[in-house]
């Protein structure tokens, strides 16, 4: 979902497997024939290594060596995503407001004190991923041009 949603942030994720094993999975998105096709790939943990389940297995000794795998072997078509957001300090979460309803931003405290509510909005900006179905699609243009320049400023310095 991320991959369609953000298709300027890159085509390629790395992410848990998805069959509760100590593997990795490597997700691609990409166009062909006017089509958008989603691939999966394998990718099991033997003792210290990876190893990418491919018609010809292929060994790799670290996680970011496995991307650089996919990047590599296909010249460059892949490109890892990478949601360029801040990462939070704070621990927090929405929630609705008891007297009016509206959504506000909760950063809980230490155990005992009241937790902080940050009313009228947020406190910080959520990602853009949790921010998605609580408000409307108002700004996500500018949002998406800006993710658009910062990839092609990515993509330059690659070469």
């Given at each position: 979902?991320?991959?369609?949603?953000?298709?300027?942030?890159g085509?390629?994720?790395?992410?848990?497997?998805?069959?509760?094993?100590?593997?990795?999975?490597?997700?691609?998105?990409?166009?062909?024939?006017?089509?958008?096709?989603?691939?999966?790939?394998?990718?099991?943990?033997?003792?210290?290594?990876?190893?990418?389940?491919?018609?010809?297995?292929?060994?790799?000794?670290?996680?970011?060596?496995?991307?650089?795998?996919?990047v590599?072997?296909?010249?460059?078509?892949?490109?890892?995503?990478?949601?360029?957001?801040?990462?939070?300090?704070?621990?927090?979460?929405v929630?609705?407001?008891?007297?009016?309803?509206?959504?506000?931003?909760?950063?809980?405290?230490?155990?005992?004190?009241?937790?902080?509510?940050?009313?009228?909005?947020?406190?910080?900006?959520?990602?853009?991923?949790?921010?998605?179905?609580?408000?409307?699609?108002?700004?996500?243009?500018?949002?998406?041009?800006?993710?658009?320049?910062?990839?092609?400023?990515?993509?330059?310095?690659?070469?």
């Amino acid at each position: 979902m991320l991959l369609e949603r953000y298709p300027e942030c890159g085509n390629l994720l790395l992410r848990p497997s998805g069959d509760g094993a100590d593997g990795v999975s490597v997700t691609t998105r990409q166009m062909h024939n006017g089509t958008h096709v989603v691939r999966h790939y394998k990718v099991k943990r033997e003792g210290p290594k990876y190893v990418i389940d491919v018609e010809q297995p292929f060994s790799c000794t670290s996680l970011d060596a496995v991307v650089n795998y996919f990047v590599s072997h296909t010249k460059k078509a892949l490109v890892p995503f990478l949601l360029d957001e801040d990462y939070e300090k704070v621990l927090g979460y929405v929630e609705a407001d008891k007297e009016n309803g509206e959504n506000v931003w909760v950063a809980p405290s230490a155990p005992g004190p009241e937790p902080k509510v940050f009313n009228g909005g947020l406190g910080r900006k959520l990602p853009v991923s949790s921010a998605q179905p609580l408000f409307p699609t108002a700004g996500l243009a500018d949002m998406t041009a800006e993710l658009q320049k910062k990839l092609e400023k990515r993509r330059a310095l690659e070469h």
